[in-house]
């Protein structure tokens, strides 16, 4: 996992109005999924793994940050948020990025399965 850190002298990533929440995420991905049901479990192996991916990404993020902020305050100032990315494989397939900020001052962690190169320092 690639963990990218925006803040601390840095802009933090301030667009939350841009990005969805999981949740809102994951209540598109049943919608969408409605459209063509067997087309979208082929591709994504079913709502139920897909679910389950995201709630491991999000609990990796979330552990993470409070374990890195656990002396400077951890309370998150929105709800993870979290964008699709794509895998530039193959499979034309797609994964995610997990975004937390921290109330205090709005630094921003991006936590994604491959590098960001504008991203890094």
């Not at 802009?11 to 063509?36: A, G, M, Q």
């Not at 374990?67 to 494989?89: K, M, S």
Request: include cysteine; charge should be negative.
């Amino acid at each position: 996992m690639h963990i990218y850190w925006l803040g601390g002298g840095l802009f933090p990533l301030d667009w939350e109005f841009c990005f969805l929440t999981v949740s809102e995420y994951k209540e598109r991905l049943i919608e969408k999924r409605k459209s063509n049901p067997d087309y979208f479990d082929l591709k994504t192996g079913g709502m139920d793994k897909l679910s389950a991916l995201i709630d491991e990404r999000v609990n990796f993020a979330l552990n993470n940050f409070r374990e890195e902020f656990n002396e400077h305050g951890n309370t998150l100032r929105c709800p993870p948020l979290i964008i699709p990315i794509p895998r530039g494989d193959i499979s034309n397939g797609a994964d995610f990025i997990i975004i937390l900020k921290r109330e205090e001052d709005g630094d921003t962690a991006v936590y994604s399965p491959y590098p960001i190169s504008y991203l890094e320092t």
